[in-house]
T-cell receptor, first 114, second 115 residues
Framework: GDSVTQMEGPVTLSEEAFLTINCTYTATGYPSLFWYVQYPGEGLQLLLKATKADDKGSNKGFEATYRKETTSFHLEKGSVQVSDSAVYFCALSSFSGGYNKLIFGAGTRLAVHP | DTGVSQDPRHKITKRGQNVTFRCDPISEHNRLYWYRQTLGQGPEFLTYFQNEAQLEKSRLLSDRFSAERPKGSFSTLEIQRTEQGDSAMYLC?????????????FGPGTRLTVL
């Protein structure tokens, strides 16, 4: 079945460092790919998405490119801030029967220190 | 656009009691999803509504779980005879679409603790 694998955390960085969180997927067909962020005690917020191969999603300085050849959707940010500390989830949409359900990775916790 | 809301935000109950959670989706969204998230894990799909019709239920949704979406608006998720293993965050998401993939927007979740 469809699945998502993320790099294990926690990822600990100093402020202004470069961030990469790896995400790879296994899917039949051509899923859309998403990154969601979860702050402590809150629900998930959509960070960015890409719907087809070679699309780049971007938001708030974060970027991810849909790479079909490597089945990857790595999240990057050039300069992280303390306020970026959160758990990041990679997800794919598994479409069947006229709707899509999201399949999530286990999440990667990011801690940014001043 | 007021976003997806869920009530209550936290619920503590004793084993064997029944609990009910409510989700109010974004008003123009016809699709509604429930997910469950346990500590340290990503959310897992539970069930899906297209308008008022419940079109799929995960095998995670045992007979003790029931979900409804009367009139295609808000939705409720009821758990009967709660067990300690039901302790989790229950997330609701809504999206719009008549075919193909949609983007899902999540509520803040209801955290259930079963003692």
């Amino acid at each position: 079945g469809d699945s998502v694998t993320q790099m294990e955390g926690p990822v600990t960085l100093s402020e202004e460092a470069f961030l990469t969180i790896n995400c790879t997927y296994t899917a039949t067909g051509y899923p859309s790919l998403f990154w969601y962020v979860q702050y402590p005690g809150e629900g998930l917020q959509l960070l960015l998405k890409a719907t087809k191969a070679d699309d780049k999603g971007s938001n708030k300085g974060f970027e991810a490119t849909y790479r079909k050849e490597t089945t990857s959707f790595h999240l990057e940010k050039g300069s992280v801030q303390v306020s970026d500390s959160a758990v990041y989830f990679c997800a794919l949409s598994s479409f069947s029967g006229g709707y899509n359900k999201l399949i999530f990775g286990a999440g990667t916790r990011l801690a940014v220190h001043p | 656009d007021t976003g997806v809301s869920q009530d209550p935000r936290h619920k503590i109950t004793k084993r064997g009691q029944n609990v009910t959670f409510r989700c109010d989706p974004i008003s123009e969204h016809n699709r509604l999803y429930w997910y469950r998230q346990t500590l340290g894990q990503g959310p897992e799909f539970l069930t899906y509504f297209q308008n008022e019709a419940q079109l799929e239920k995960s095998r995670l949704l045992s007979d003790r779980f029931s979900a409804e979406r009367p009139k295609g608006s808000f939705s409720t998720l009821e758990i009967q005879r709660t067990e300690q293993g039901d302790s989790a965050m229950y997330l609701c998401a809504s999206g719009s679409g008549t075919g193909g993939a949609d983007t899902q927007y999540f509520g803040p979740g209801t955290r259930l603790t079963v003692l």
